[in-house]
């Protein structure tokens, strides 16, 4: 009987691992074709390796980027081909602002500064919040957002922008990742920014073996998924507390006076499952001008895969704006 149970046991163990190997590798091919799917031992496999490395980024596009010696990278003037997965997008710039619809007003104007969120990343220049914003308010939208940019060089990059003079309004969008740069941010030579960029828009294809100890690690991931599938049902990861995010943030804000006139809303887009449990809400009580908000952006408006804002996320996320910006 004991040989009989462990003949079993290895058997079970064996087509396990089969059975993990053909899901690997299904998971695999279906992403590098571009197609990503919601079954979910197969899309927990996708996200491991989408995020792992096969994910196409940005700024290491050497046509989407030039280099800046004051903010390492801007976006390059022109048209800027981006696809992943799920989307597949042209991006356009003019003077480092993503490109909507001219709009002729003399009413004030509004200047949109954040990461890729705001830029519009997964989306096409009319498909952004700050396109459909402008066609909701009839006011001109200036989308600053470049991706990867902490508060400091989104304000740094709308300080250049020539916009103070003509908006009464900027929108700071945040997320977690901006506290490394909020708080460490500082000039470094022009040899070691020209070093840094390089690195950023280096895209040389790697060799087999290069490749083989993400694949590896993304095969024993594929195992382990229904293990972790388990696991989550009573480990619940929790929120991301914004105290320690604060002062960085208001300190990067304080250091521009020109914004002292203006009506600046921040608000937050983390991802899916990166909520802060205690983002402030309504005026900010050191600085009169400036507004926190949370905008209840859920789980449907995230790409499943890339995490970033779908069209229709982009849509609620102007509603909402609209809202807030037309309140007294």
Same mark, same amino acid.
């Given at each position: 009987?004991?040989?009989?149970?462990?003949?079993?046991?290895?058997?079970?163990?064996?087509?396990?691992?089969?059975?993990?190997?053909?899901?690997?590798?299904?998971?695999?091919?279906?992403?590098?074709?571009?197609?990503?799917?919601?079954?979910?031992?197969?899309?927990?496999?996708?996200?491991?390796?989408?995020?792992?490395?096969?994910?196409?980024?940005?700024?290491?596009?050497?046509?989407?980027?030039?280099?800046?010696?004051?903010?390492?990278?801007?976006?390059?003037?022109?048209?800027?081909?981006?696809?992943?997965?799920?989307?597949?997008?042209?991006?356009?710039?003019?003077?480092?602002?993503?490109?909507?619809?001219?709009?002729?007003?003399?009413?004030?104007?509004?200047?949109?500064?954040?990461?890729?969120?705001?830029?519009?990343?997964?989306?096409?220049?009319?498909?952004?919040?700050?396109?459909?914003?402008?066609?909701?308010?009839?006011?001109?939208?200036?989308?600053?957002?470049?991706?990867?940019?902490?508060? #400091?060089?989104?304000? !740094?990059? /709308? @300080?250049?922008?020539?916009? $103070?003079?003509?908006?009464? &309004?900027?929108?700071?969008?945040?997320?977690?990742?901006?506290?490394?740069?909020?708080?460490?941010?500082?000039?470094?030579?022009?040899?070691?920014?020209?070093?840094?960029?390089?690195?950023?828009?280096?895209?040389?294809?790697?060799?087999?073996?290069?490749?083989?100890?993400?694949?590896?690690?993304?095969?024993?991931?594929?195992?382990?998924?229904?293990?972790?599938?388990?696991?989550?049902?009573?480990?619940?990861?929790?929120?991301?507390?914004?105290?320690?995010?604060?002062?960085?943030?208001?300190?990067?804000?304080?250091?521009?006076?020109?914004?002292?006139?203006?009506?600046?809303?921040?608000?937050?887009?983390?991802?899916?499952?990166?909520?802060?449990?205690?983002?402030?809400?309504?005026?900010?009580?050191?600085?009169?001008?400036?507004?926190? #908000?949370?905008?209840? !952006?859920? /789980? @449907?408006?995230?790409?499943? $895969?890339?995490?970033?804002? &779908?069209?229709?996320?982009?849509?609620?996320?102007?509603?909402?704006?609209?809202?807030?910006?037309?309140?007294?």
């Amino acid at each position: 009987m004991p040989a009989r149970a462990a003949a079993r046991i290895l058997i079970g163990i064996v087509l396990y691992l089969c059975f993990g190997t053909v899901m690997f590798f299904a998971a695999f091919a279906l992403l590098r074709g571009g197609i990503a799917t919601d079954l979910p031992w197969l899309h927990a496999i996708q996200v491991n390796l989408y995020h792992g490395g096969i994910r196409n980024i940005w700024q290491n596009q050497p046509g989407c980027v030039a280099f800046d010696e004051q903010l390492l990278y801007r976006p390059k003037d022109g048209a800027c081909v981006f696809k992943n997965a799920e989307f597949d997008t042209v991006l356009n710039f003019s003077r480092n602002m993503r490109v909507s619809k001219p709009l002729a007003s003399s009413r004030a104007g509004i200047a949109v500064v954040g990461d890729s969120f705001a830029m519009g990343w997964g989306v096409n220049d009319n498909e952004t919040f700050s396109a459909l914003l402008q066609e909701r308010l009839g006011r001109p939208v200036h989308n600053l957002a470049v991706s990867s940019y902490g508060t #400091v060089r989104e304000l !740094i990059a /709308l @300080e250049r922008s020539g916009l $103070l003079a003509t908006i009464d &309004t900027v929108v700071i969008q945040y997320s977690e990742n901006d506290i490394d740069e909020n708080l460490n941010f500082k000039p470094s030579s022009d040899a070691e920014k020209r070093e840094k960029f390089g690195q950023v828009t280096s895209r040389g294809k790697t060799s087999l073996s290069e490749q083989l100890p993400f694949l590896y690690a993304g095969y024993r991931y594929a195992l382990k998924v229904p293990f972790g599938g388990i696991k989550s049902l009573w480990k619940v990861k929790p929120p991301l507390d914004f105290a320690s995010h604060y002062r960085p943030l208001m300190a990067a804000i304080r250091q521009h006076e020109s914004l002292k006139d203006k009506r600046v809303i921040v608000f937050c887009i983390n991802g899916q499952d990166k909520g802060f449990k205690n983002f402030p809400s309504g005026p900010d009580a050191e600085l009169a001008y400036v507004r926190f #908000v949370d905008l209840g !952006i859920g /789980l @449907e408006n995230h790409f499943p $895969l890339d995490d970033h804002l &779908t069209p229709r996320g982009h849509r609620f996320v102007a509603d909402r704006l609209a809202e807030i910006i037309t309140s007294p």
